[in-house]
């Protein structure tokens, strides 16, 4: 599964700040889509593990947290 194709959530609007994610060779990649060229790849269980915490509101403290 070389080319899978990037997707983005369906909650992102048609602007280009979205996360774009990917499943290819085994490995999981996201990327932002106004950032394309920095990739952050991870093995599928572990992005799993991530989605469970997010959907669970474990991260909801770093919304609005300016970087």
Excluded: Y
Excluded at 18 to 47: H, M, N, Q, Y
Excluded at 51 to 57: C, E, H, I, P, Y
């Amino acid at each position: 599964m070389r080319n899978s194709t990037w997707r983005k959530s369906s909650f992102s609007g048609s602007n280009a700040d979205c996360v774009e994610v990917r499943a290819i060779d085994g490995v999981i990649e996201l990327r932002e889509s106004d950032e394309g060229e920095v990739i952050v790849r991870t093995a599928a269980p572990k992005f799993a593990a991530f989605l469970r915490g997010a959907k669970s509101g474990e991260f909801d403290h770093l919304i609005g947290v300016e970087a």
